[in-house]
């Protein structure tokens, strides 16, 4: 315990010194840690051992337990400094996005560890900063998802997708017109047949009518109808691809949007699906 020489400095400072100190050390922890990052429970699909993409069949506990440990670093990390963590990801993603002719350079394990660790820090940022951050992440993402060409690599971007906007429920609820075009991607994406990805869409619908379900049942600004109205016409659409328990899935994520219907439309809209 020493001299005299810090004694008088305002703490203040000191943390701010301390902060400036140690910037260049927490500035490659991010990185790291944004590289290494292990996969969320709710990812359905995976890189095998041969580098194929393959449907996650089991949870591995020891990942989910390194992932929560990771996700809780990454969170602090964002708290220290949130303009860095979101420079850094966002330098990463572009590197992703800007390989296309250069396919040796394109790595699905790396995005899939960004992504993940972009869906980790959700609710770290001021709300303002996450919105613009947010957008140009799945701007970069759908840009790659076109760019992109086979099945495997195309599902591979479409869980990616899933994963960040399902893990940003304040965002999709400020923003009516952007939750709508998400949750028309995952209908998309429950038409696609390659192994997990339609799990991962119908999962994630329940998720996002879960964190977001009275959005779905007033009459949005530009709209005609309550979107769970304009759903019903669809719905046989929608579930024709998917297996037995996704169907209960999609069917239970409907229900989670009527049941923030107001009470005289409950009785009506839960009629519908059965017609």
């Known amino acids: ?121 959700s609710g770290a940022m001021h709300e303002g900063n996450e919105k613009r951050f947010l957008v140009q992440v799945i701007k970069d993402l759908l840009s790659l998802c076109e760019m992109k060409r086979g099945k495997e690599n195309k599902a591979v971007v479409a869980s990616n997708i899933m994963y960040v906007v399902g893990q940003y429920p304040r965002f999709l609820r400020a923003h009516w017109k952007f939750l709508k075009t998400v949750i028309f991607k995952l209908f998309e994406f429950m038409h696609e047949t390659f192994p997990g990805v339609q799990e991962m869409a119908v999962d994630t619908f ?14 949005q600004q530009g709209e005609q109808l309550a979107f769970v109205e304009e759903m019903m016409s669809h719905i046989a659409q929608d579930i024709s691809e998917l297996e037995h328990l996704q169907v209960c899935t999609y069917f239970e994520a409907v229900g989670y949007m009527i049941s923030a219907a107001p009470a005289d439309g409950k009785e009506r809209l839960r009629g519908e699906p059965m017609q």
């Open 1 to 121: 315990t020493g001299g005299g020489g810090g004694q008088g400095m305002d703490p203040g400072h000191a943390a701010a010194a301390k902060m400036k100190h140690y910037s260049p050390v927490l500035a490659e922890v991010r990185r790291v840690l944004i590289s290494k990052m292990a996969k969320p429970p709710e990812v359905t699909i995976k890189e095998n051992e041969e580098g194929h993409i393959v449907r996650a069949e089991e949870e591995d506990t020891d990942e989910i337990a390194l992932y929560k440990m990771i996700r809780e670093a990454l969170i602090y990390l964002t708290h220290l400094d949130a303009t860095n963590m979101e420079n850094t990801m966002l330098q990463r993603l572009t590197q992703e996005c800007l390989t296309e002719g250069t396919s040796e350079h394109w790595s699905p394990t790396l995005l899939n560890r960004l992504c993940w660790a972009i869906g980790s820090i």
């Open 206 to 219: 329940l998720k996002i009518c879960q964190k977001c379900k009275k959005k779905f049942v007033v009459v």
